[in-house]
């Protein structure tokens, strides 16, 4: 069965804020919620009626306007309208991301994860260039921005362990990951352990080094060749027994022996 195009469909069609892509897999989604056993889908519905506002804000639900493509298409705008058109455009595009945000924000009201002043102050500061897509988002975010501290939610932890439903434990839980993913690397527990341990690593191996340093002997220093109680050098007896031969009067005979003595040092006995 096929479904008569949706009038909240074909205008933003018209308007340029979804694709015609997106168009056909949205009114294949309304076919598939219209058959008869359509409460085995988990998926919101769309009013037959329903605006553009509320048809779009439906599509970002449901994911079949992916978030950053959405936008990336609002952001563009200005390069594409002007002036009543322009303003159009990004009315419905305000409008779609308030609905989707308040109704988070709304979830965690009826699931008792938030009291009433918590959901009026979070309705009061809904961000206008972001979309919270689910309650976890909704309520990562009233943390990122002061909305519930620290304290406050881990209150609502325990209290979402106790006597909290289900959906509620959930929420809770997948909030409390996404706050440690975005925690400062410096701020994390683990970040101070892995430090401690590097630093006791690098001490014990520095006490290692000094004491093998110390346990091995001092090099005893080469020593010169020695005969008897001097030092013999027979590159310089060679050079003096040269000098000498050179020196010696004709006739002399060769009985002249050379011997020399570095330093104070005695000469050999002959």
């Known amino acids: 069965m096929t479904l008569p195009s949706h009038p909240g469909l ?18 294949d989604e309304l076919d598939i919620l219209a058959l008869p056993d359509e409460d085995d889908f988990d998926m919101p519905r769309l009013a037959p009626g329903a605006g553009l506002a509320d048809t779009l804000a439906w599509l970002l639900r449901t994911d079949l306007l992916p978030q950053d493509a959405f936008l990336q298409r609002v952001r563009e705008l200005p390069r594409q309208h002007g002036g009543a058109a322009l303003q159009e455009r990004q009315h419905l595009a305000a409008a779609a991301l308030e609905l989707v945000n308040r109704q988070a924000i709304d979830t965690l009201y009826d699931e008792d994860v ?50 909290g439903s289900e959906l509620a434990r959930i929420i809770v839980d997948g909030a409390a990951r996404q706050a440690r993913r975005e925690r400062p690397a410096h701020a994390r527990p683990g970040t101070w352990v892995m430090a401690a341990l ?9 006490r290692a080094i000094v004491s093998r340093q110390a346990s091995v002997p001092a090099a005893a220093p080469v020593a010169a060749p020695v005969t008897g109680q001097g030092v013999e050098r027979r590159d310089l007896q060679q050079r003096a027994a040269q000098a000498v031969e050179s020196a010696r009067l004709p006739g002399a005979g060769p009985d002249l022996s050379i011997t020399v003595v570095q330093d104070d040092a005695m000469p050999p006995a002959r």
Do not use: C, K, N
């Open 10 to 27: 074909a205008g933003l069609r018209q308007r340029g804020l979804i694709t015609a892509q997106e168009f056909d897999e949205a009114m």
């Open 114 to 163: 938030i009291d009433q002043w918590q959901r009026d102050a979070a309705h009061a500061s809904l961000p206008a260039d972001r979309l919270l897509a689910s309650p976890v988002a909704a309520l990562s975010d009233m943390l990122r921005q002061g909305t519930m501290s620290a304290l406050q939610f881990e209150a609502l932890r325990l209290r979402a362990r106790q006597r």
């Open 198 to 206: 590097l630093v006791l690593v690098a001490a014990l191996a520095a």
